[in-house]
């Protein structure tokens, strides 16, 4: 399987996930600065990492969705290829019209880190397939703008193709609004395009997927993207 | 050049720039009898404010223990800088933003931010952690909810961009803070330890290079600001707090990293305090060169700036740099890349002098040497500080155990700080192995078993009671903290924040803090490598209680030896290690503060022999994998330490075998005390082990249940969950 993850000026979760991809991949992931349209023809994965690309000044992502890199991206994503999209990543790739709905300001006006604990909600997509519909995962977030909103004809579509990929939950796999850290309509925590090729998701899959860190819930991704891919 | 000024200084010029008649005398003499012009007026009102000269401490900070056979570079540079290993330095310094925090919160304290980050990359070092030691005025002070909200979203809002994780710090309420905050925030940094840059300029010719951001009209006096007490007009003073984007730093450490990383670079130094004037000017001190710029050539954000503007502004996310010769056009594209400013501003000279052209006509013309030279140093008038009686237990009133535990769990300084770390992405970079909440946080070295343990401690309280003492003190605790979590302490950053040291009591407190901390410091292999001194932290005559933050970093070699102080199973022994005959000191504890609404006596003296001993025996009991859990006492001594364990852990604890009088027992704050766990089967052996290498120990209970146990007492963990936790976020919740 080759990698590659995407580096706009402001990102700052790149190197995180390459570093998780490099721990199933077991080889290096290529980085490609949002200057370089020449992405290479044979990627079979494409992640769009988290941070604040140009400084999130605009709106979250506006600027970065129109990015040279971002039209490749959307290219490749078009054709098939697997894009993962983490945190500002998952709001560039709703910007760019890859994904559906909007990332608003938290519910509680401020950025949020700590660990949630997420359900999976979805187990057919290359990202997911290592965890079982119903499977609660312990992942953090660091966000201030993560408040999933779409409007309901989107929602139910969402809900209707079962491409909703993760809901904030409690430790039992409740879905409460106590759970929800952000304010996500029905507690969307990560969602996926039309062929399941595409994953946004505000949490980090990445910040947990080394026994050190305290966790490994997030390496599953990985893997199974390796699995599927490889 | 035409050395007779435009305009003639006059005792309004002179005062406004904050020096005194005394320094103007000296200015004249500095230019052989001349009268400066307005540019270079500036010059010396900057170099020689408090803030950038150290005139009213320098004559006690040389006094510090600085070295050790790690220490690579001690104070003086832009940070300090220790050998770990492996190839490797740790660099860091911690430094206070307080003046402008109060002024303007959220952007007083993210430039804060971002100048120690930029005083630790410019030594080529890339950040991997942040701290921050924050204290605010009583919680009921009608500003203070604010300020609270206004410094954590701007240390949150600069970091989290940058990505660099806060990792921890400490959070402190009281009212001689109510006029005067303190945000001091440090950086750790990683670097190789061949591939360290410094400061000094060498190279007659070399060209002079600014990149980073543009030159506006913020911050200008930013230092002498920093240099004088508050009044009631202070917030007029708003326009000279910087506004920082910390956007451009996250680009400026990239592109510094790139270029450091090729063979272009002879010296940096970021222009922080002072900018372009105290970088310009200490580099080529330091190297003893002359310099000359063109003012022209500064990048600038507005029309029709001055020099005098340009050389004293205190615009973000700048840096100067000296190349080596010809390595201008490899410099540019890198920074091109970024998309950051890059411009040759001038040269070195052999000349020893500082020479500005604006339009082709010399502006400013001083000899560097003479002026550092001149730099004013004081022996200020000191008085040593009272000493306050010792406070008996049997003085102190003695609350049943179980109210005074709830109400210290939920007092504003040992309430959880979630409220606050949940604003700061302690996660990025995925090597934070110990988070906030803990005694010392944990940091990997990346892509290794090794991790960097740091903590910042003050206890203001003992301090003013007790400068020597209280000095000591706060350097201990850090030392304990970095044990606690298995690490080796290495070295310190230290950062003194007084009121006005022309007050003799005040300069008393800083002669004898600083005497407390080169007393631990040496007792416990422990030097100063960095640091930064903030006085003037008074408003209307009223100064702050004396705060010597320290920022103590150490290493753990092999992160399978680090231990947590949550608890970790029913049933195991907990150990109290470190306690002698002595027990229970209430003098200026919480219990006494918060319980008792009583601040007063002496503050628990350090006994730094036995702090070491203690120490050092609990480091290796830990490596040697028999401790399940550690943690260090300190506020609240030993019943709210038993309690952070057990809610860490959600685990309770049944306690037996406490000494008489429980209150004293209970929440004393005698210094130089750990309590740990082991299994149970393990107990007697670490007992009689620890005995009989002279460190005191006893057993006081086991782990279990949901409740503290005591006495045929209990109280619920949850209980006191909800109180630990509560109070942060329902006092940020309530309208001011």
Request: some cysteine; overall charge negative; glycine content about 10%.
């Amino acid at each position: 399987m080759r990698a590659a993850v995407i580096v706009f000026p402001g990102s700052n979760c790149d190197r995180d996930i390459a570093v998780a991809l490099e721990q199933s991949i077991g080889k290096p992931t290529t980085m490609i600065w949002h200057q370089d349209t020449d992405i290479p023809s044979d990627l079979d994965l494409i992640v769009v990492p988290g941070g604040f690309s140009y400084g999130d000044y605009l709106r979250c992502g506006a600027m970065a969705a129109h990015s040279p890199v971002m039209r490749e991206v959307k290219r490749r994503a078009e054709k098939g290829m697997r894009v993962l999209a983490v945190c500002n990543g998952f709001q560039i790739v709703t910007e760019a019209g890859l994904l559906p709905g909007v990332l608003m300001r938290n519910r509680g006006l401020k950025y949020v880190c700590k660990d949630v604990h997420l359900r999976v909600e979805d187990s057919q997509s290359a990202f997911t397939a290592k965890y079982k519909v119903g499977d609660v995962l312990r992942i953090p977030i660091g966000h201030a703008e993560g408040n999933y909103f779409a409007d309901e004809a989107t929602l139910k579509q969402l809900e209707d193709e079962g491409r909703v990929a993760f809901r904030y939950c409690t430790t039992k796999g409740e879905i409460t609004d106590d759970a929800n850290p952000n304010g996500s309509q029905r507690n969307i925590a990560g969602v996926l395009n039309k062929a399941r090729t595409v994953l946004g998701m505000m949490p980090h899959p990445e910040r947990l997927a080394d026994k050190k860190l305290g966790g490994t819930d997030g390496r599953a991704m990985f893997e199974a993207l390796v699995e599927t891919l490889a | 050049m035409n050395h007779a000024p435009a305009k003639r200084i006059t005792p309004e010029d002179i005062k406004t720039h904050g020096l005194s008649d005394d320094e103007y005398k000296k200015v004249l003499e500095v230019l052989g009898g001349r009268e400066p012009n307005m540019v270079e007026l500036g010059i010396f009102s900057v170099m020689w404010s408090e803030h950038c000269s150290y005139k009213s401490s320098k004559k006690w900070l040389k006094t510090l223990p600085t070295k050790a056979s790690w220490v690579i570079c001690g104070p003086g540079e832009n940070a300090g800088v220790i050998d770990i290993g492996e190839g490797l330095a740790a660099i860091f310094k911690m430094e206070s933003h307080n003046h402008p925090s109060f002024i303007e919160p959220y952007q007083g304290a993210a430039t804060g931010v971002g100048g120690i980050l930029r005083d630790v990359f410019t030594m080529g070092a890339r950040p991997i952690a942040n701290m921050n030691a924050l204290r605010f005025g009583d919680p009921k002070h009608p500003k203070t909810k604010h300020l609270v909200a206004g410094v954590v979203s701007g240390i949150g809002g600069y970091g989290n961009c940058v990505g660099v994780p806060t990792v921890g710090g400490e959070v402190n309420f009281h009212p001689s803070y109510n006029g005067n905050i303190l945000v001091n925030a440090m950086t750790v940094g990683l670097a190789q330890k061949d591939k360290i840059f410094y400061s000094a300029a060498a190279g007659a010719g070399n060209p002079v290079v600014y990149v980073g951001s543009k030159t506006g009209r913020d911050g200008i006096h930013g230092a002498t600001m920093a240099s004088t007490e508050f009044d009631a007009n202070s917030e007029d003073k708003r326009p000279t707090v910087q506004v920082g984007d910390p956007f451009t730093e996250k680009l400026l450490i990239e592109a510094c990293m790139e270029l450091m990383a090729t063979d272009a670079i002879q010296s940096i130094q970021d222009m922080g305090a002072a900018g372009l004037t105290s970088s310009s000017f200490e580099m080529a001190s330091k190297g003893g060169m002359g310099v000359e710029l063109n003012m022209n050539a500064v990048p600038q954000r507005e029309e029709g700036m001055t020099p005098y503007e340009m050389m004293l502004s205190e615009s973000q996310e700048r840096m100067l740099i000296i190349l080596k010769p010809g390595k201008e056009e490899l410099a540019r594209k890198i920074f091109e890349k970024w998309e950051l400013d890059f411009a040759v501003i001038g040269h070195l000279t052999d000349t020893g002098r500082m020479v500005l052209k604006f339009h082709g006509e010399t502006v400013c013309d001083l000899p560097i040497d003479p002026l550092a030279q001149a730099s004013p140093e004081y022996d200020r008038p000191w008085l040593a500080s009272t000493k306050q009686p010792v406070v008996a237990a049997k003085d102190v009133k003695n609350v049943p155990w179980r109210d005074a535990l709830k109400t210290l769990m939920g007092c504003p300084d040992v309430a959880s700080r979630r409220w606050v770390w949940e604003q700061y992405d302690h996660m990025v970079m995925m090597d934070t192995v110990q988070r906030p909440g803990g005694d010392a946080a944990v940091v990997r070295i990346h892509g290794s078993n090794r991790a960097l343990a740091i903590s910042t401690d003050c206890t203001p309280r003992y301090v003013k009671a007790n400068p020597f003492e209280g000095g000591k003190q706060a350097v201990a605790e850090t030392w304990r903290n970095i044990t606690a979590v298995g690490a080796r302490p290495l070295a310190i950053t230290d950062n003194l924040n007084f009121g006005n040291p022309q007050k003799p009591e005040i300069m008393g407190q800083i002669v004898e803090a600083i005497q407390g901390i080169g007393d631990a410091c040496v007792a416990l292999d422990y030097p100063v490598i960095s640091g930064n001194v903030s006085l003037y932290n008074e408003t209307d005559g009223k100064p702050i209680l004396p705060t010597p933050a320290i920022g103590g970093v150490g290493l753990l070699d092999n992160l399978d030896q680090m231990t947590t102080l949550a608890f970790k199973a029913e049933g195991e022994a907990i150990l109290l290690l470190g306690q002698k005959d002595d027990a229970g000191w209430l003098g200026q504890s919480l219990y006494l503060r918060e319980v008792c609404f009583e601040e007063k006596g002496a503050p628990p003296p350090v006994d730094l022999a036995h702090e070491r001993k203690v120490g050092d025996y609990v480091r290796g009991l830990i490596h040697s994998g028999k401790i399940t859990a550690c943690h260090d006492l300190s506020d609240g001594g030993l019943m709210v330490a038993l309690t952070e364990m057990a809610l860490a852990g959600n685990l309770g604890c049944r306690l037996e075998n406490i000494a008489a009088p429980l209150h004293a027992a209970l929440f004393g704050e005698d210094q130089g005390r750990y309590i740990v766990t082991v299994k149970a089967a393990d107990a007697v052996a670490t007992l009689e082990a620890t005995k009989a290498a002279g460190v005191p120990a006893k057993q006081i209970g086991a782990v279990g249940g949901s409740a503290i146990f005591l006495g045929g007492e209990s109280v619920e963990l949850e209980a006191l969950r909800k109180l630990h936790e509560g109070w942060f976020p329902a006092y940020m919740a309530t309208a001011t």
